[in-house]
Structure formats: C-alpha cells, structure tokens
C-alpha cells in the first residue's frame, strides 16, 4: 500500500518562496508527481521526479529523495494567481496508478 | 488538441438511483483512470481502463463500475447511489508507454451530490 502525507495548509506573501513538503511511504515507487488544483478545478501537472535530485521548471522546482520517501515543491516569487492546492501523488511499480496526499492549501496575500 | 472532457459537470441524484459519468481522453492516449474527490481530499484511486478491461482496482465496492469503448472513451457507473458518494469525479488520461513514463491529464471533473 501507500501512504501519502502532506501539511495541510499554509499562507505565504506575494513575490516570497514557498516550500511544500511531502513524505510518503510505498511498496513500489515509479516516480513522483507534483499537480496543482484551483478550487472547482481540474488537477494540472507541475513536475515530476523519478530520480533522486532537483528538477526546476521555471519559477517551480520540485526535489525527490528515495531513500527518504520525500519530496519537496518549491514555488519562487509567489503570484495571487498561485494559491491554490497542491497534491503530491506516488505512482506505484509496474501500474499506472497515482496515490495522491490530500493536498497542501497555498493562500497567496497581498 | 481537446484535453480530457468529461460530462455532465455536475449532477444531483438522490439516494438510491444510478449513475452514468463519461470521459473522452486526450487525442493519443488509450488509457483511462477514475478517481474519487470528497471535499478537502486528495483524489482517490477507484480503477483504470486500457484496451477496454479494467486492469486495476482502487478499495471501492462492486456498486462503482465502469466501461472503455474502441475509442478509448469510457464511462464509470454508480449503482445505490449513498450520500457518501457526493464528490468530484476525476477522468485521467494517460499513455502506457513501455520505454518512457508520462504524466496523467485530468479532466475538469464530475461534480456529483447526492440528496
């Protein structure tokens, strides 16, 4: 089985970095995927690692160690368009499956 | 290039009845995941489809059943519907690629509530 745990909310000021962590716990892991969700929104991919390292994409970068079951989002100079939820999800060996947290609340003020 | 479509985006059923949610995958992708989201959840895993059988199965009870059609579309059906079933249904379409891993696309999502 998985186990996917996430914070579950956190506020953060325009033009700040925000880091979300995520720990998880797996029988088998095929990669980690980082999507963000807009209230009443569909889930929209962000990132994703399947090796243990940094991957940056623009002014969101997403990091992975395997030995550790632990993940972090980091989210740089923070837009009022960024708060939303963020969900980290675990794909799971030889399936195409995702095993989601239940998501990190981002609220992005002034 | 549509993304995943799904229909309706909300419906209200009452205790008891059925229900039929259809999803269109993204153009090229054959493989189709539903997945459960109550309020303040994460989604959560309720099966896949590809090559029209479904090929794995999240703890969801034999009432939660579904369909892939030729044209990789698929429906989920809910029998005896409960209140409990209230919730956003989430259509993912992904590519079974042996060589290279891919992300799912997800749908705008079924909101069902059930009275």
């Known amino acids: 089985g998985q186990n996917i745990d996430q914070p579950t909310e956190m506020t953060a000021t325009e033009g700040a970095i925000v880091q979300i962590n995520c720990t998880y716990q797996t029988s088998g892991f095929n990669g980690l995927f980082w999507y963000q969700q807009h209230a009443g929104e569909a889930p929209t991919f962000l990132s994703y690692?399947?090796?243990?390292g940094l991957e940056e994409k623009g002014r969101f970068s997403s990091f992975l160690s395997r030995s550790k079951g632990y993940s972090y989002l980091l989210l740089k100079e923070l837009q009022m368009k960024d708060s939303a939820s963020y969900l980290c999800?675990?794909?799971?060996?030889?399936?195409?499956?995702?095993?989601f947290g239940k998501g990190n609340q981002v609220v992005v003020i002034p | 290039d549509a993304g995943v479509t799904q229909s309706p985006t909300h419906l209200i059923k009452t205790r008891g009845q059925q229900v039929t949610l259809r999803c269109s995958p993204k153009?090229?992708?054959?493989?189709v995941s539903w997945y459960q989201q109550a309020l303040g959840q994460g989604p959560q895993f309720i099966f896949q489809y590809y090559e029209e059988e479904e090929r794995q199965r999240g703890n969801f009870p034999d009432r939660f059943s579904g369909h892939q059609f030729p044209n990789y579309s698929s429906e989920l059906n809910v029998n005896a519907l409960l209140l409990g079933d209230s919730a956003l249904y989430l259509c993912?379409?992904?590519?079974?690629?042996?060589?290279?891993?891919?992300?799912?696309?997800f749908g705008q999502g079924t909101r069902l509530t059930v009275v």
């Open positions: 153009s090229g992708h054959d493989t």
């Open positions: 993912a379409s992904s590519l079974v690629d042996r060589v290279s891993n891919t992300e799912a696309f």
């Open positions: 999800a675990v794909r799971g060996k030889g399936n195409n499956r995702l095993a």
């Open positions: 690692n399947v090796l243990d």
